[in-house]
């Protein structure tokens, strides 16, 4: 067919249509869902500037859910979701733009916060592979540590007392990990965070990944407390899906792996013209110390920091993390939940992210229960067998206002052994918390004063 353009002539041609390619993800389509309703309830229990949950599986790095609350209709991506068509067509269009890149932006590929605690379990394992701590390292918190001009608390400030490796993980005590890393010092801390893959993109095939590279201290610039707040997860930021693929890596015994969410390319016969494979980008640590960890973990959930994160006939290995954002006089924080399931032969690595909830009060804003109730949805579809756990368990008395031989005598009763921390005529505070399930055998902590 030929047409006249402005005196000349121009030639269009017409080809027939062709059957285009096909491209399988490696995301769920229930394993979706069940994220998406995760993010869904933190928003409902925890209104926040954002909400994710990002599901891996650990061992080959294949994502198989990314949910965050910053959703559009992709039919009709220029209206908002969830804003009234007036309210919005009334605001000036910086306003307009800010609001839908917000929505448009993927949280767990291209936002970067401060990890918190999540990071502690990777400091730790980097000690363990140097041989600069080991399972009979115990350490001392008083409650903080002065480095350089600074006061740096630790999550108690009344302190631990004296706890082991695996009770520092437990308990996430910041005391423990300023120590750690000042045994490591400023180059071998930064090797390990950089090997873990914080500062690099993962090279996940989706658009518009953040390196997080000028968000964190180069080796040079890492000074006393700047390493000490390092240490803690703190002065440094990450995106998730950086932080899940590191942690991933005590869940395959050392690898950080390359996420990917394209399983395979079809083309229109049929025909595979291209298929993921799971690729190890390097060996962080040994199996021996990701062994090592993951027992830590198991406590973090049986009896320290990420009770809520339990699920009954399953073994769950993960950490609770706050991070606090920015300004620090803005109070704005970063609440997440990170861990692995069944411990065993672990099929999913999760990430929940509740970032800068509108209320944040310590210890009840927490991703833990979500992270518990998405991960129960998940074992479940993927057909994993729980165990029938007979161990007897007693429920925690309050002893508060008890002197510590009464509370001693008292925990007797249910053979509950118990540590007492401080020094005081009475028990002001306890650990676990009053009415919550514990298991006879194991050890309570007592704070006196």
């Given at each position: ?236 930021n990450c995106t998730p899906i950086q932080a899940l693929t ?54 973090v959930v049986e009896y320290g920091t990420g009770k809520k ?76 067998e729980p165990e029938t756990d007979d161990s007897p368990t ?56």
């Amino acid at each position: 067919m030929v047409r006249q353009y402005d005196g000349g002539t121009a030639e269009t041609k017409y080809y027939p249509p062709q059957n285009g390619c096909s491209v399988i993800s490696t995301i769920d389509m229930n394993i979706q869902r069940f994220a998406e309703e995760g993010v869904a309830e933190a928003m409902a229990e925890f209104p926040s500037e954002t909400a994710a949950v990002l599901v891996m599986d650990p061992c080959s790095g294949a994502l198989l859910a990314c949910a965050a609350s910053n959703v559009f209709d992709p039919n009709e991506p220029s209206i908002p979701v969830g804003y009234d068509s007036n309210e919005f067509d009334s605001l000036d269009g910086e306003d307009q733009s800010k609001i839908l890149n917000g929505l448009w932006n993927n949280y767990n590929i291209s936002s970067t916060f401060e990890p918190g605690s999540i990071f502690k379990p990777l400091l730790v394992c980097g000690a363990l592979d140097e041989g600069l701590v080991t399972e009979e390292s115990v350490f001392d918190c008083p409650g903080y540590r002065d480095i350089a001009d600074r006061r740096i608390h630790c999550i108690r400030r009344s302190g631990h007392g004296t706890l082991s490796l695996e009770e520092s993980i437990a308990y996430s005590c910041n005391c423990a990990m300023m120590d750690i890393a000042g045994a490591e010092g400023a180059e071998l801390f930064y090797k390990y965070q950089r090997d873990f893959g914080f500062g690099y993109k993962t090279g996940v095939d989706l658009p518009f990944e953040s390196g997080a590279s000028t968000l964190l201290y180069s080796a040079d610039r890492l000074g006393p407390v700047e390493l000490a707040t390092s240490s803690i997860g703190q002065s440094f930021n990450c995106t998730p899906i950086q932080a899940l693929t590191a942690f991933s890596s005590i869940a395959n015994g050392g690898q950080i792996m390359r996420p990917y969410c394209v399983d395979s390319v079809i083309d229109g016969d049929g025909l595979t013209v291209f298929k993921n494979e799971p690729e190890s980008i390097r060996t962080v640590m040994s199996e021996d110390t990701c062994a090592i960890m993951n027992d830590y973990l198991l406590s973090v959930v049986e009896y320290g920091t990420g009770k809520k994160a339990a699920v009954a006939g399953y073994e769950i290995a993960g950490k609770s993390g706050t991070g606090e954002q920015g300004d620090r006089a803005q109070d704005e924080y970063t609440i997440t939940f990170i861990g692995y399931f069944p411990a065993d032969d672990p099929k999913a690595a999760m990430l929940v992210v509740i970032d800068k909830p509108e209320e944040y009060a310590d210890g009840v804003t927490t991703a833990a229960p979500v992270f518990g109730r998405t991960a129960e949805k998940i074992l479940e579809y993927m057909g994993a067998e729980p165990e029938t756990d007979d161990s007897p368990t007693a429920v925690m008395p309050d002893l508060t206002n008890f002197s510590p031989e009464d509370a001693v005598k008292e925990l007797e009763v249910f053979s509950i052994g118990a540590k007492v921390i401080g020094e005081g005529s009475k028990v002001t505070s306890q650990f676990p918390a009053a009415g919550e399930e514990i298991a006879e055998g194991s050890s309570v902590l007592l704070y006196l004063k």
